[in-house]
């Protein structure tokens, strides 16, 4: 017999502790006096004690806790005091059959590398994993991860096992979390994974009970192909699709992969610009200037050459400029204005100003934004008129026009100057 089954805690028929959440007060019959299609709390804790895969769960609800829909694995081992470290899995497992188009889900192959620390052969080798959150967004749980075949006794093999409707695209995935306390149990309110094992020819598989000298808590992960993502602003959590940039102004995007390194070297491409092939799983880009709604498609195409591909697009704010504002008020001789305050865009701005809706001329004075109005003399007189003002600026390829401004050369002899 092998060290650490001499030290087992054998679980008693009838004796089985009760899994993490289960209270004593589980009822035999539902609130409504109705028996759980056979079910009653022995049988209940006897099940989940014994690891099968089949069954019995509990829900919560206002009546207090009774056998319902699936809501907890009864393979739930996080609080079990798993003692051994017989055998465990190194590094992520590795999905060897997820195809390059692939939607939806799949039935995938896994491939993990096993160390089995005992002397003797181990088996049943059952990987009892918690949900786990997608980088994508959502939860995957696989329950009870079944390794085929038995690994010889202080060896390292590679064992294989079959999940169905896997995630497509999801990257690297892992199940429970990866803190232990000092006896290399989880900690207390979180789910960490549990590797359990079978000493071939004295246990049956699957086992009738679990004990803790057959198992061990660790975080187990799988690697499968990852998605491709473009993010159009880098300040911003998360990966964005959709921005607004300034009228003119350029913007960079980050395309990423979150395909192992193993994966590469890696390729990127977007709209006509590349880079690779890299070791680096993000490259960023600058775009622009950009002056119109536009969209943009990357690409990052592995050492397989499997390409995938996502998109976003740029909006373009556009830019503003302000009423021309009067900076003198002579009764006679020129009337002078200035161009209003220009929002948005980026780069050298060029002014023009319309008279009464008429040709657009340009600017005058510093930096182009000033208009001179040299009014019609009439028998030494003055113009009188009213007039409408507007000023137009452009920055590259982008322009703006303003409201009109209102005037007389001598505004004390108009009254309710309006065109």
């Known amino acids: 017999m092998e060290p650490d089954e001499a030290h087992a805690e054998h679980v ?47 829900n919560r609800s206002r009546e207090g806790l009774h056998l319902g829909p699936l809501t907890a694995y009864a393979d739930d081992l996080s609080q079990f005091q798993c003692t051994a470290n017989d055998v465990r899995i190194l590094g992520p497992g590795q999905v060897i059959n997820e195809p390059c188009s692939c939607t939806g889900t799949f039935t995938a192959i896994v491939q993990f590398t096993v160390e089995n620390n005992a002397a003797s052969d181990r088996g049943c080798i059952t990987l009892h994993t918690c949900p786990a959150t997608l980088s994508g967004g959502g939860t995957f749980a696989p329950g009870d991860i079944v390794l085929q075949g038995t690994i010889p006794g202080k060896t390292t093999q590679v064992m294989t096992a079959t999940i169905a409707n896997y995630p497509c695209g999801a990257g690297l995935v892992c199940f429970g979390a990866s803190g232990q306390d000092a006896r290399g149990r989880c900690d207390s309110g979180t789910c960490c994974s549990t590797v359990t094992w079978t000493v071939p020819g004295q246990d049956e598989c699957p086992p009738s009970k679990q ?55 890696f390729t990127f491409t977007l709209n006509g610009q590349s880079f690779g092939p890299t070791a680096d799983t993000c490259h960023d880009f600058t775009v622009g200037p950009i002056t119109a709604s536009t969209s943009f498609t990357g690409t990052v195409t592995d050492a397989s050459g499997c390409a995938k591909s996502t998109s976003v697009t740029l909006t373009a704010n556009p830019i503003t400029v302000g009423a021309p504002v009067r900076v003198d008020n002579p009764c006679s001789g020129a009337v002078t204005f200035q161009a209003g305050t220009v929002t948005g865009g980026s780069g050298a701005t060029a002014f023009a100003f319309s008279l009464d809706g008429g040709t657009w001329v340009a600017g005058v004075g510093t930096n182009g934004n000033q208009f001179v109005y040299h009014p019609t003399l009439v028998s030494g007189g003055i113009d009188t008129s009213c007039h409408a003002l507007r000023c137009r600026a452009t920055r590259g390829t982008c322009s ?5 401004t209102t005037f007389s050369q001598c505004i004390s002899t108009t009254t309710g100057c309006t065109p």
């Open 400 to 404: 703006a026009t303003s409201g009109a």
């Open 211 to 265: 004990i803790s000298s057959k198992c061990r808590h660790q975080q187990i992960c799988i690697q499968g192909r990852g998605r491709t993502t473009l993010d159009c602003s880098t300040s911003t959590s998360g990966v964005q699709t959709t921005c607004a940039v300034g009228c003119g102004e350029t913007a960079t995007l980050r395309l990423c992969t979150t395909n192992a390194a193993g994966l590469g070297p």
């Open 12 to 58: 008693m028929e009838g004796s089985a502790p009760e899994p993490i959440g289960v209270q004593a007060s589980v009822p035999e019959e539902t609130p409504n006096g109705t028996p759980h299609s056979g079910w009653n709390r022995r049988k209940f804790l006897t099940a989940a004690a014994l690891g099968t895969a089949a069954a019995a769960v509990v």
